[in-house]
């Protein structure tokens, strides 16, 4: 069962949770003086449109016209029942899920690379940064910037970048420069060639290179795919539709979940639910954020200050994190290896709004496969951290004989994961 | 601008275009005598619902409940039209597309992967075997004998197996056998590897074995993707919820374009519209194959009997033929090198009622890396050579000033092709 939207149907704003949440984040800090930080320092990289939804307290933001236009070549995605996963688990729980896997990059994060394509355009960016570890960010925002002919400049890990191909190809043929990292285009990229030419390269150097690439030009800016408060915005368009399509079949969610890197996946499926709780309209409302136990920010991080990134070049952020130096073990869901949160994901969690939990790379894969020969769909690794813990609710649901409706995120496909699937299969995964 | 069809208004039934045709086809021969082939003989690799299809004179033939319910898992699947591509080309041209790439398997395939799995599960068969190249076909077989429970066994082409894993993983993921073809399950593949341990195998090879292997049990039978009048009823349902789309819309496509390697995805999309042509109904409809320059079947081959397969074990077919013994260039459309067509294909074009155009590998490329640029999709190879035409066409009506409305079918996207477009993109790509 598939419950479509309309065109005219999708939400014309986004919600934003900042109003919402029961006191204030903490702002972030300035590295260099450990006050908070000024917005005109983040102008150097952000356009100032982002920069006031980094700080709006307005519960609705409009999406500009443009956006919705290209939005509308996936969106509004579907929301799908798994009839067939429910049959097999013999639950009586209804398990529905958002589909957002159906965007030609192949999951959510074009929601926030195109508004942010779009805001930099009209701020007069020509050329956007950022970094990509598998390719995942580094694919959306390629796809976002070719509609408003902004020049995609993405610094790649190198050792993906060499073992890694699909993603590099698919943001190449979608136009982007793909450079693998650390390169000789900026100056902290030559110290790490200088020290090893063969350097593998890392998501903390990437992002330092991105970073000072675009502070060397007003018309560089550079684009992050989670963590900010503008990125989580833009991603709730996710369950502002799965409450309308919700709202056709009569129903509402009991339990919402989400798998959880930074967090956009997780807030884009869960804010616009969290909301009702909050409001007190929905108190019994379970929401879970799932992670690796191998990166496992909420569940065992410290809730401090701490930097964006591993060189500490970013504003420090109160957060769940691991450390900025935490480095996590190459697990195959590169998408949840972040030593922190979002902040105000992190803050729902300090107020007991939200629930987390963690597993092991070998059980997320085990259930992978399992929605794949029962549902037909292959999800991403990220994405089957939340199917794990789907089934786990729906066999709760089962031995308790509870009705519940479980709504969780789609957040990826995993046609370019396929070397973990094979790994898993053949029995030589191993849980780190 | 995407027209959805809801689950109710799926067509219930495919379309037989035999009844239609202006003249009977000319029946299959047997291999052994040069005389009409006899059901029975057909009874050992196919099972008789299928064979019942495969000569049936009935206009419609019911879509089966259970074969419905998983068509809906990805059906109906939207018609799309390509807004961006008109106004970069500045055609008064309207183009829209069938998005058949939605399925889980990626392409049009599993419209009669699904339908020839329920026919072989309720005529007791637990085994079904096939061939694959890249394993487009492979992985649509994989995923719909999933929900049957049948048991299925690819044989790959060896020097695929090893090159590109990703759809041999994908098969696996959902559970099928895939064999490296030779290989020493059949006496006809220990007789190739004796010759050469290392061989690197052939599209015929993986046919003759898979076909030995059905003939070895009752309970073991097997599948085509194309080519028969079975495989492309099918895929019929293609055209058919085109037509409600269009009917939506208060519209009817002037033009329908279609890439063709056996037939199956260019007779989807275009059949039932033929209909309409054929009945006088719509005598100005023009419609388009697209076949690669380097296996240019229509546009060069002999209306002929010739066999199916390059062993010569298969019924002889008339079709237009380049010789079953034509080896085509290894261009990247894998699914388009194929020596004959579908005999009702080839019936069309001797009659005058399609037309043929043939396109070399780079220049379609050129296309499938526009249409990913302006559109945002990516398509497959196959796929491509159809968008090539739609450009063609569409860049005359701006020339002559004609509104035309195009359909053509999208059949799979390229995830799983991304080394040809790099090919492409670096300039390595040649012409055969």
């Known amino acids: 069962m598939k419950i479509y939207l309309s065109y005219d149907e999708m939400p014309k704003k986004w919600f934003n949770i900042l109003p919402y949440l029961p006191r204030p984040l903490d702002p972030p800090l300035d590295p260099a003086t450990g006050q908070p930080i000024s917005p005109e320092k983040l102008l150097a990289i952000f356009p100032e449109p982002l920069i006031e939804q980094e700080v709006s307290d307005k519960e609705w933001i409009d999406i500009p016209e443009e956006v919705l236009r290209i939005y509308s070549i996936w969106r509004p995605t579907p929301l799908q ?93 979608w136009g982007a420069e793909v450079i693998p990292s650390p390169s000789d285009r900026t100056s902290s990229g030559k110290k790490f060639l200088s020290q090893n030419p063969e350097h593998p390269g890392s ?15 007003d018309e560089i800016k550079y684009s992050l795919g989670s963590v900010l408060n503008h990125v989580l915005l833009h991603q709730t368009i996710i369950g502002l539709e799965a409450k309308k399509q919700f709202e056709k079949l009569g129903i509402y969610p009991d339990v919402v979940v989400g798998s959880i890197g930074g967090g956009s996946n997780f807030a884009g499926i869960s804010f616009p639910f969290i909301k009702d709780k909050i409001l007190g309209e929905r108190k019994n409302l379970e929401v879970w954020a799932v992670e690796p136990s191998a990166c496992p920010t909420l569940t065992k991080g410290e809730y401090r200050y701490d930097y964006g990134d591993t060189a500490g070049l970013t504003p420090l952020l109160k957060m769940y ?36 939990c963690a597993y092991k790379q070998t059980e997320v894969f085990s259930s992978a496969v399992l929605f794949a020969r029962v549902e037909g769909l292959l999800p991403a690794p990220e994405t089957a951290h939340a199917i794990k813990k789907v089934i786990d609710i729906a066999l709760e649901c089962k031995k308790n004989k509870e009705e519940k409706v479980i709504l969780f995120n789609f957040s990826g496909h995993g046609y370019f994961d396929l070397s973990a699937y094979d790994e898993f299969l053949s029995g030589r995964m191993k849980d780190v």
Chains 1, 2 share one sequence.
Not at 103 to 115: D, E, I, L
Not at 127 to 156: D, H, N, P
Not at 203 to 215: T, V
Request: net charge positive; with cysteine.
């Open 321 to 356: 994190t691991l450390g900025h130096d935490f480095v996590p073990p190459p697990i195959h869901a590169g998408g949840l290896r972040y030593h922190g949160d979002a902040p105000s994901v992190c803050l729902l969690y300090n107020e007991g709004l939200i629930k987390a």
């Open 203 to 217: 998501l903390g150097i990437a992002i330092s290179e991105a970073i000072e690439d675009a502070l060397s030009s």
């Open 81 to 173: 029942r798994a009839e067939r996963l429910e049959k097999f688990l013999d639950t009586p729980a209804k398990i529905f899920f958002k589909n957002e896997s159906v965007s030609p990059p192949g999951s959510h994060k074009p929601n926030t690379a195109v508004a942010q394509a779009y805001y930099n355009k009209i701020s007069g960016t020509r050329v956007l940064t950022t970094e990509t570890g598998a390719g995942q960010w580094g694919s959306a925002l390629a796809f976002a910037t070719m509609f408003f002919g902004i020049k995609c400049r993405v610094y790649m890990v190198r050792v993906s970048y060499n073992q890694k191909p699909s993603r590099r190809i698919l943001m190449q043929t």
